[in-house]
């Protein structure tokens, strides 16, 4: 069992910045293909970035292209996801999740239903 937790959302100003971490409780996050989802309200969830890893998908939504970057500290068991030049339209929860290599269609890379465990989510709004 896999628990993620989410932390450091908060309110900005369009074109700022935010970092936002998800911690794992158990050592060894390399063995898990990991990703940052959203969802804003009245939306489906949406894909974000998966974090770079062998055998794992890899993709970027064009959305935020040039814009967020996904990082890992291994020693910390924390993924991050830096997120700058922030518009109103990334205002939405944001989520981390964590899945099996087994689990995952690279086909797919944002497919919700490969990713096993879930963060609880932090909020990010964005104004203009």
């Known amino acids: 069992q896999v628990q993620l937790v989410e932390s450091g959302g908060g309110s900005v100003q369009a074109g700022g910045s935010l970092r936002v971490s998800c911690e794992a409780s158990?050592?060894?996050?390399?063995?898990?293909?990991m990703a940052w989802f959203r969802q804003a309200p009245g939306k489906g969830r949406e894909g974000i970035a998966t974090?770079?890893?062998?055998?794992?998908?890899?993709a970027q939504a064009d959305s935020v292209k040039g814009r967020f970057t996904v990082s890992e500290d291994m020693s910390r068991n924390t993924l991050y996801l830096q997120m700058n030049d922030l518009r109103p339209e990334d205002t939405a929860m944001y989520y981390c999740?964590?899945?099996?290599?087994?689990?995952?269609?690279?086909?797919?890379?944002?497919?919700?239903?490969?990713?096993?465990?879930w963060g609880q989510g932090t909020q990010v709004t964005v104004s203009s």
């Open positions: 999740a964590a899945g099996y290599r087994s689990y995952m269609d690279l086909r797919q890379p944002f497919s919700t239903a490969s990713y096993t465990y």
């Open positions: 974090a770079t890893k062998d055998g794992c998908p890899t």
């Open positions: 158990v050592e060894g996050i390399s063995g898990y293909c």
